[in-house]
């Protein structure tokens, strides 16, 4: 509305100045024909009515700056108000609809670089449907002066699936702050290591974050929760909570297994059976499972058998095909909370079952 305006007043100026014709008598007070006039750290008056939705004002300053224009009123609340900076063709150099603005919808503000001793047209506009329905005339002061960034700085933490950022901008003009931060989201979060044998001693795995794009994030994006005793036996969880430019918590798990052990014998003690001698593994252990198979590597027709109690070292198995060869191998179980958690397999042997 306001760019249709520009032009045409930029058209009635032109007819004007080519055709001589006088402003006329019956000028509106602070119209484009009758502008009042607008001086640094000054106000004026500029009121809207039902006929009237906009008030012009002339402004030239003494020397080269940027200058702010800017009026207030509760009412702006419910109303669309603008204000423009014109140069002395009408061409639109400012427009507070142009900028971000601030927090507060009752001030209306514009800024804009001026050249020393040229006049400029500020002009105060109210949206015409709004100035339709006003039940009484509005009365607000314009006011002019130099402007001063006023900045603001908007800030959102990036998350799993947000970006985040921060940015500097001034309300007022159209200046911003070159150095954007921006910040991918996180995507990729890794323990150095998931496994480990017991040993009896402290564990707490390392951890790696990494964006969308593969880019490490730095340690200080985030804090590391370890269980307060991952010594023995059992699953455990990490926890890393994200801060600063980021925001989300992630849980990561880690396991100890119980140590193995080592076959000591394998015979066949009988017919068709078996025995099967390993050694104790007394510590942080529950028991043992003891794996068979006429295939050396294990890959296909496996049998397990679960040999309940740490002091127990031996297992016969029975019902076994005469003659054939077996493979044999054991490794320790340790229960958790009914989960049971197994060591890795020992080295197998073989033996011959007997005809």
Known sequence: MKKLLSTLLAVLLAVTMLTGMAIPAQAAENDI???????????????????????????????????????????????????????????????????????????????????????YIVGAHLDEDDAEELSRPLTVNVNALVHKHNIKTEKATATKKDMGYIAKYCTTCAWDDESFESYFPYETVKLSKTSYTYDGKEKKPGVTVADVLGNPISKSEYTVTYPKSAKNVGKYTVTIKFKNHYAGTEKRTFTINPKGTSLSKVTSPKKAQLKVTWKKQATQTTGYQVQYSTDKNFKKGNKTVTVKGAKTTSKTISKLTKGKKYYVRVRTYKTVNKTNFYSGWSKSSSVTVKK
């Open 33 to 119: 024909f009758n502008p009042g006039v607008l001086e640094l750290d000054g106000s004026v008056a500029a009121t809207f009515s039902k006929t009237k939705n906009a008030a012009f004002f002339t402004f030239t300053p003494a020397a080269k700056g940027m200058y702010e224009f800017r009026m207030s009123d509760n009412k702006f609340e419910d109303l669309c108000a603008s204000i423009s900076v014109y140069d002395n063709y009408l061409t639109s150099l400012a427009d507070s609809d142009d900028v971000v603005g601030d927090d507060s919808d009752t001030t209306i503000a514009v800024a804009a670089t001026l050249e020393a001793g040229v006049t």
